[in-house]
């Protein structure tokens, strides 16, 4: 059976927790994940949730600081990193990456997204620090036809679920990077993913230290983010979820990865895009800083501008997981926005992402309101399944003014 522990909330409705309460564990017991951690948080008082088991076996009960891998919520702890070193003018948005990065100089682009690798035109302007936090530089994810693609995955380029005992160290991977041409001009259109991992070597270059090591002295020892990182130390493997995939047409969970798997042991590679393992209460203090405005870690108006749509209507057009991916929200500096309602639980402003290893996390300005939703299973499409948008459909049924 499902257990449970909550903290109620005077600003969230008893009978609304119970209901979400009771939505998530009917998912759990339909096999949906093993286990989760929920968490909905508004004006500062917070609703934690923790139900089922860290593996399909059930013999241990997920807990609130039951360790989760948050794959590409990763994104967002990049991009305040980045902000950081703006704030100290190390870099600047606007500026060329490549005085950090010259291996990303002189750039060749493909002439067609899906052409010949080798069919290529210069690039019409430099690779900025902008297009890495927003997705522009002209490369990531892209599903159809892309020999880019195809030669990044022998490279351990390519997008995908994360592994991150493949990629090399950064310096070979920016070598490796470097010998492919981009798949469109630099400003273009949004192409997902490696923008973050990108944006990773170059805060370690910026700041001069490695950029796990910048993480954990700027970022999580600041906000008390005690069990974030690229990899579980062994005293505490035992507390991370085993990790499945989701078969899309059956539904049946199949091993991912281990607790003694992939992320007990210290990366090549500390992948910007969707490296770190995390903790709904560890999470949450990152939400509430972006919720705040950013203290302790930078100033306010490089919050509001992290969170505000940067992508213009041209780009739009041509970019997306999906036909109209961006009818109703926009991109800001690794997040995703929300610029037209149309769903209770997706008021305008709001923004946050999600990780296709199982989970998802949006900030509500307007309610002042976090929720943050745990699992152990894999998502099956860039469209949210049915369990995280039960839980934002019932966190925001739950609120009682």
């Known amino acids: 059976m499902p257990t449970s522990a909550s903290l109620s909330s005077a600003s969230l409705s008893k009978p609304g927790l119970a209901r979400l309460h009771d939505v998530l564990a009917a998912h759990v017991d339909r096999g949906a994940a093993p286990g989760l951690v929920s968490v909905v948080s508004r004006r500062g008082e917070a609703a934690t949730d923790a139900i089922g088991t860290t593996d399909v076996d059930g013999t241990v009960a997920v807990r609130p600081d039951t360790i989760f891998r948050i794959s590409s919520m990763t994104k967002p702890v990049t991009a305040v990193a980045a902000l950081i070193l703006l704030e100290e003018c190390k870099l600047r948005l606007d500026e060329p990456v490549e005085r950090l990065l010259p291996e990303l100089a002189d750039r060749r682009v493909v002439r067609r997204i899906d052409g010949p690798i080798d069919d290529t035109v210069p ?6 620090v902008r297009d890495l936090l927003t997705f522009r530089m002209g490369f990531g994810g892209y599903f159809g036809p892309c020999p880019v693609n195809d ?27 470097s010998t492919l041409p981009l798949m469109c001009q630099p400003g273009e259109r949004w192409l997902y993913h490696t923008g973050a991992d990108v944006l990773g070597v170059l805060i370690a270059r910026a700041s001069g230290q490695p950029f796990e090591v910048f993480l954990r ?5 600041p906000l008390g983010m005690n069990d974030t990182s690229f990899c579980v130390p062994a005293a505490d493997v035992g507390r991370l979820a085993t990790s499945y995939t989701t078969d899309p047409e059956s539904g049946a969970l199949t091993l991912f990865d281990k607790p003694d798997g ?3 042991v210290a990366p090549a590679f500390p992948s910007g895009g969707a490296g770190l393992v995390s903790t709904a209460t560890d999470f949450l203090a990152f939400a509430e800083m972006l919720l705040r405005g950013g203290a302790p870690l930078v100033a306010r108006p490089s919050i509001e501008t992290m969170t ?16 109209d991916d961006f009818a109703a ?42 929720s943050i939703l745990l699992t152990n299973a894999a998502w099956t499409s860039p469209r949210p399944p049915d369990i995280a948008l039960d839980f934002l459909t019932g966190a925001y049924a739950g609120i009682d003014d």
């Open 329 to 370: 929200r926009g991109w800001g500096f690794c997040v995703g926005i929300v610029t037209r309602r149309e769903h209770p639980a997706a008021p305008v402003g709001q923004y946050g992402w999600d990780g296709g290893l199982g989970t998802i996390w949006r900030n509500d300005p307007s309610e002042q309101m976090i």
């Open 217 to 221: 002295e700027r970022v999580f020892e």
């Open 308 to 323: 505000t749509d940067q992508l213009t209507p041209e780009q739009k057009a041509v970019s997306g997981f999906f036909p």
């Open 262 to 264: 992939q992320w007990s």
């Open 123 to 128: 690039a019409h302007r430099p690779i900025t």
């Open 151 to 177: 030669a990044a995955a022998p490279l351990q380029l390519s997008v995908g679920p994360p592994q991150p005992s493949l990629p090399p160290e950064p310096d070979e991977w920016m070598r490796r990077f």
